[in-house]
T-cell receptor, first 112, second 114 residues
Framework: QKEVEQDPGPLSVPEGAIVSLNCTYSNSAFQYFMWYRQYSRKGPELLMYTYSSGNKEDGRFTAQVDKSSKYISLFIRDSQPSDSATYLCAMTLNQAGTALIFGKGTTLSVSS | DAEITQSPRHKITETGRQVTLACHQTWNHNNMFWYRQDLGHGLRLIHYSYGVHDTNKGEVSDGYSVSRSNTEDLPLTLESAASSQTSVYFC?????????????FGSGTRLTVV
C-alpha cells in the first residue's frame, strides 16, 4: 500500500459544479497536508496547506483534514474552466520544508 | 525576482549515455529536491539536499546522483541513462523556518531516453 492514495480520475464536471477531491494516507505521523495545482507542462503550484485536523478556506477552495480517518479533501465551489488542471495532494511531517510525499494526482476538466 | 530554473526544458538522449539536468535557484534556500513525475505514480523523490555538501537518497534514487557545491545549484546526473528513466523531472527548493508557502517548484525537464 502506498503511503498516499489518490484517485487519478479523470474527473469531468460542468462549469459551476462543486468538485470534491480526496486523498487517504497511512502514516499517522503526517502533520501538514497540502494541495498543489498543476497545469499541463508546468510545475506544481501550492494552492493551500493545513496543519493537523480541521478546515481551511481560501476563496472558492476549502481544504479539510480528518486525521482520525487519515483522509483529506479539497472542495472547489463554483468551478471554472480555468480550474481544469491536475490536483496533487502532498503530505509531510513538519513545516521545515523537507521532502513531500505526493499522491498520484487527479485530473479535473471543467467544461463551459 | 527570485526564481528556480531548470535546464534544459526538453532532452532526448540515448541509452547508456550520461546526462546531467541542471537546477538553479536564486531564493537562497538551503533545501533542494529532485522529483520525477510519471503517469500513474505522481511525484516521487529522487535525491535531496539540506545544504552545501549534504546529499541524501530518496525513494527512487537508483541510477541517479547529485552533488551540492554551492547554495544555488543541485545538478542531477543519470550515470547511464535507461529507458525507464524517461520521465518529467522537477526540481524544488525550500527554506527551514519559512513555512511550506515557500516550497517552490521549477517548470520541469522532460527527458526521453531512446
Amino acid at each position: 500500500q502506498k503511503e498516499v492514495e489518490q484517485d487519478p480520475g479523470p474527473l469531468s464536471v460542468p462549469e459551476g459544479a462543486i468538485v470534491s477531491l480526496n486523498c487517504t494516507y497511512s502514516n499517522s505521523a503526517f502533520q501538514y497536508f497540502m494541495w498543489y495545482r498543476q497545469y499541463s507542462r508546468k510545475g506544481p503550484e501550492l494552492l493551500m496547506y493545513t496543519y493537523s485536523s480541521g478546515n481551511k478556506e481560501d476563496g472558492r477552495f476549502t481544504a479539510q483534514v480528518d486525521k482520525s480517518s487519515k483522509y483529506i479533501s479539497l472542495f472547489i465551489r463554483d468551478s471554472q474552466p480555468s480550474d481544469s488542471a491536475t490536483y496533487l495532494c502532498a503530505m509531510t511531517l513538519n513545516q521545515a520544508g523537507t521532502a513531500l510525499i505526493f499522491g498520484k494526482g487527479t485530473t479535473l476538466s471543467v467544461s463551459s | 525576482d527570485a526564481e528556480i530554473t531548470q535546464s534544459p526544458r526538453h532532452k532526448i538522449t540515448e541509452t547508456g549515455r550520461q546526462v546531467t539536468l541542471a537546477c538553479h535557484q536564486t531564493w537562497n534556500h538551503n533545501n533542494m529536491f529532485w522529483y520525477r513525475q510519471d503517469l500513474g505514480h505522481g511525484l516521487r523523490l529522487i535525491h535531496y539536499s539540506y545544504g552545501v555538501h549534504d546529499t541524501n537518497k530518496g525513494e527512487v534514487s537508483d541510477g541517479y546522483s547529485v552533488s551540492r557545491s554551492n547554495t544555488e545549484d543541485l545538478p542531477l546526473t543519470l550515470e547511464s541513462a535507461a529507458s525507464s528513466q524517461t520521465s518529467v523531472y522537477f526540481c524544488a527548493s525550500s527554506e527551514p523556518g519559512q513555512g511550506l508557502d515557500g516550497y517552490t517548484f521549477g517548470s520541469g525537464t522532460r527527458l526521453t531516453v531512446v
